[in-house]
T-cell receptor, first 112, second 114 residues
């Protein structure tokens, strides 16, 4: 079946730098995408989402970019802080509102 | 609101034992989900429910059962525990309103089957 995948399993960035976490998706029917942050020992926490009728959406220090032409999603974190260290998952809905398909995750490590 | 709560936090089972993982949400959400997360992996959907009395299989339902007798509760049942069911289990919910697809997760139940 179609799946969501990530390019990099681990990303290491210095505190204060910007982080970019990438995600490739293959289900062209997906019209909703979401990013979650998961800290060690905790459940996934919603960060930001985007619909397929948008290319970009901004939140507080985070931006999600969607490129439907190449089926690519990215999460940008500005001025990365130690508290941003976590595993980040992208997910897509596969065109159905009732379910999400998750990628394997990228671990973000923030160095001082 | 407490959001999504799960009990227990951690459990060790012997092969062949059974147990029920509890999940409760106080947000009056129609949709509820059970996922499992193996080490270093993403979340795989086990079962989900779109409302009380309605359940459906996800990607990996074998070895599990669910019920949804109330809007608030969505227990997951393991009848004959196997080592392959060692994982972290997450429950999630979403409102079901049109255009609102964000799922909110509980803190997880860590299960070890020996």
């Amino acid at each position: 079946g179609e799946s969501v995948g990530l390019h990099l399993p681990t990303l290491s960035v210095q505190e204060g730098d910007n982080s970019i976490i990438n995600c490739a998706y293959s289900n062209s029917a997906s019209d909703y995408f979401i990013w979650y942050k998961q800290e060690s020992g905790k459940g996934p926490q919603f960060i930001i989402d985007i619909r397929s009728n948008m290319d970009k959406r901004q939140g507080q220090r985070v931006t999600v970019l969607l490129n439907k032409t190449v089926k690519h999603l990215s999460l940008q974190i500005a001025a990365t802080q130690p508290g941003d260290s976590a595993v980040y998952f992208c997910a897509e809905n596969g065109g159905t509102a009732s379910k999400l398909t998750f990628g394997t995750g990228t671990r973000l490590q923030v160095t001082l | 609101n407490a959001g999504v709560t799960q009990t227990p936090k951690f459990r060790i089972l012997k092969i062949g034992q059974s147990m029920t993982l509890q999940c409760t949400q106080d947000m009056n959400h129609n949709y509820m989900y059970w996922y499992r997360q193996d080490p270093g992996m993403g979340l795989k959907l086990i079962y989900y429910s779109v409302g009380a009395g309605i359940t459906d299989k996800g990607e990996v339902p074998n070895g599990y059962n669910v019920s949804r007798s109330t809007t608030e509760d969505f227990p997951l049942r393991l009848e004959l525990a196997a080592p392959s069911q060692t994982s972290v289990y997450f429950c999630a919910s979403r409102s079901g309103l049109a255009g609102v697809e964000t799922q909110y997760f509980g803190p997880g139940t860590r299960l070890l089957v020996l």
